[in-house]
């Protein structure tokens, strides 16, 4: 899924690297359990969204079945994909689980866990749109992308070979809007997001185009040479709920066959 910073972000990690090496903000509690403060984006269903005044999903429930099986607490700390890279970059956090694709550039500024989740980007196109089927049809026309994300980076990626022009936006609500209303022919989203959107919400008058363009993997994340025992914890963790099957149950929870 989602999502690209770079430049900017990688000389802010530096300089605050330097800053604050030895900062950090997780803890001892009175019941002997490290607490760790988790970034996460709670706008990305079906892998993190509020609902009833609680945050679930699947990041959430791997992460809290994770903390449970290696006896560790977590506090969530929602905010938006950008802050959650500044916020990881500046130790605010001990890590984030967010949809987050391992990228090679962005392996630059973080570490990450082993992958936990199998994805990719998808297109996406207003459900009465017949002209578009594969990428040689959107030559000419201007796409929509969310700041930062996967689907930004693969349309940056393709506008020269495709010659389309990109309109970015702030927030995936934004985005999908702009498509409904006929102001972008497309957008590239996070393909098991939008399957479980269009599945939940039919009548948003969205659809998907083909299979998965790319093939990506999601992982949780931490700053740079900074909380190797979480990330440690996290490893162990995915690999217990795996075998138990655990895993397993919390994906088709979310994701149906």
């Known amino acids: 899924m989602k999502k690209k910073i770079m430049a900017a972000v ?5 300089f605050t690297t330097a800053l604050l090496t030895g900062c950090g903000s997780s ?5 002997g359990k490290k607490k760790y403060i988790i970034a996460t984006d709670i ?3 079906p892998f ?3 609902k009833d005044d609680k945050y679930i999903g699947i990041d959430i429930d791997i992460l809290n079945a994770i903390a449970k099986e290696e006896n560790f607490d977590v506090e969530l700390k929602p905010m938006n994909f950008k802050g959650i890279l500044l916020a990881l970059a500046s130790n605010q956090v001990d890590g984030a689980i967010t949809g987050m694709t391992i990228t090679d550039e962005r392996k630059k500024i973080m570490d990450f866990s082993d992958p936990y989740y199998d994805s990719g980007v998808g ?8 002209s578009i089927k594969t990428m040689e049809d959107l030559k000419g026309k201007t796409i929509a992308a ?25 927030d995936t609500p934004s985005v999908l ?3 409904k209303n006929g102001n972008a ?3 590239f989203e996070d393909y098991p997001v939008m399957a479980y959107s269009i599945s939940e919400n039919p009548d948003q008058g969205l659809k998907l185009v083909g299979d998965k363009l790319t093939t990506e993997h999601y992982g949780f994340a931490v700053n740079k040479g900074k909380n190797k025992e979480l990330l440690d914890k996290f490893n162990e963790g995915l690999k217990k709920i795996q075998t138990s099957g655990q895993y397993d149950e919390i994906i088709a929870k979310y994701i149906k066959k």
């Not at 803890?27 to 019941?31: E, F, G, K, M, Y």
Request: proline content about 2%; charged content about 25%.
């Open 146 to 170: 969310k700041k930062g994300t996967s689907g930004a980076i693969f349309a940056e990626k393709n506008r020269g070979k495709y010659n389309f022009t990109i309109r970015y936006f702030d």
């Open 43 to 45: 706008t990305f269903p």
């Open 48 to 50: 993190e969204f509020k």
């Open 177 to 179: 809007q702009e498509v």
């Open 123 to 130: 297109m996406v196109v207003r459900e009465s749109e017949t």
């Open 185 to 187: 022919a497309a957008d």
């Open 10 to 14: 990688t000389a802010l990690a530096i």
């Open 27 to 31: 803890s001892v509690q009175a019941n």
